[in-house]
């Protein structure tokens, strides 16, 4: 469609707007996390930039462990909500049985639920079952909230799936489990690898459920949280960089696989295909 000169001005307009809200708060913790002193103000001189705050963050073991706990708990959360997500894809998208409708509406509903009620109401029943919470617990807050989500991710890869490479595998004689490992696994893959970074992703910056259901363990977000409220340094802007920073080179990675998993099976299906 062709638009005129005032009509282009406006929409670049709109889309520097739109992206100057989208990454101002990123560009001004980039900024914080460069001064040296603790509270900063625009404009200030180019001298008192400083890369100590990162090199503090990288050093301190204090630091770490946080890191490893958020680790934990997103990559144990990963691997539960994709493997609850790839079967509930399949429920959901291909198999016809009855209360299916009702399982698809229902499915998807803890997506809405408030993240600080849904926290709540796990260290309630955490502490009705006399579970103490810890950092085991938050993957199981956080695999309620984030398997939905992975469900509908997979879901979108298996409604596209050709069922005819199912059929011909099980007329050659293929087993359930020959089929699930051999065909059906091979085409979700890309479902299944996009699911599990936004799983990584969604449980790294998790604040509201690991709040309620750490215990006395605390990941990445509650630390940032505790060291904002009361004794701020640059040292926190500087771990938040560092934190995303690591989440892009997670989505790089992943779009990475994403194509060469695409590309891979373009070429499985030109040489099966009869030339």
């Known amino acids: 469609m062709l638009v005129s000169r005032t ?25 914080a996390s460069l001064s040296q002193r603790r509270f900063f103000s625009f404009p200030y001189p180019t001298e008192q930039l400083t890369f100590k705050w990162y090199q503090d963050a990288i050093s301190s073991p204090q630091i770490a462990e946080f890191v490893g706990i958020s680790l934990k708990i997103g990559g144990l959360t990963a691997l539960a909500s994709v493997t609850i997500g790839f079967f509930g894809a399949l429920a959901y998208a291909r198999y016809r049985w ?14 809405f639920f408030p993240q600080s009620v849904l926290g709540l109401a796990l260290l309630m029943w955490f502490s009705f079952l006399h579970i103490t919470p810890s950092w085991w617990t938050a993957v ?23 069922e005819s490479l199912e059929e011909a595998a099980r007329d050659m004689g293929a087993s359930r489990w020959q089929i699930l490992t051999k065909v059906t696994f091979p085409l979700l893959l890309p479902g299944v690898i996009s699911a599990s970074c936004f799983a990584v992703l ?9 709040l ?64």
């Open 212 to 275: 309620f259901t750490t215990g006395a363990d605390s990941a990445l977000p509650e630390w940032l949280y505790a060291r904002m409220t009361t004794g701020y340094q640059p040292l926190v802007p500087a771990v938040g960089v560092l934190s995303v920073i690591g989440a892009v080179i997670l989505v790089t990675a992943l779009f990475g696989v994403i194509t060469w998993s695409k590309r891979r099976n373009a070429r499985l299906s030109a040489s099966a295909s009869p030339s």
């Open 98 to 111: 009855r209360g299916k409708k009702t399982f698809q509406r229902l499915v998807l509903f803890p997506l």
């Open 7 to 31: 009509q282009r001005v406006t929409l670049n307009l709109y889309a520097g707007i739109v992206l100057l809200v989208f990454y101002f708060p990123l560009l001004c913790i980039i900024v």
């Open 140 to 162: 199981i807050a956080h695999t309620v909230w984030i398997s939905p989500i992975t469900t509908l991710i997979i879901s979108i890869q298996a409604f596209s799936m050709d």
């Open 202 to 210: 969604l449980s790294w910056g998790n604040f509201a459920l690991s």
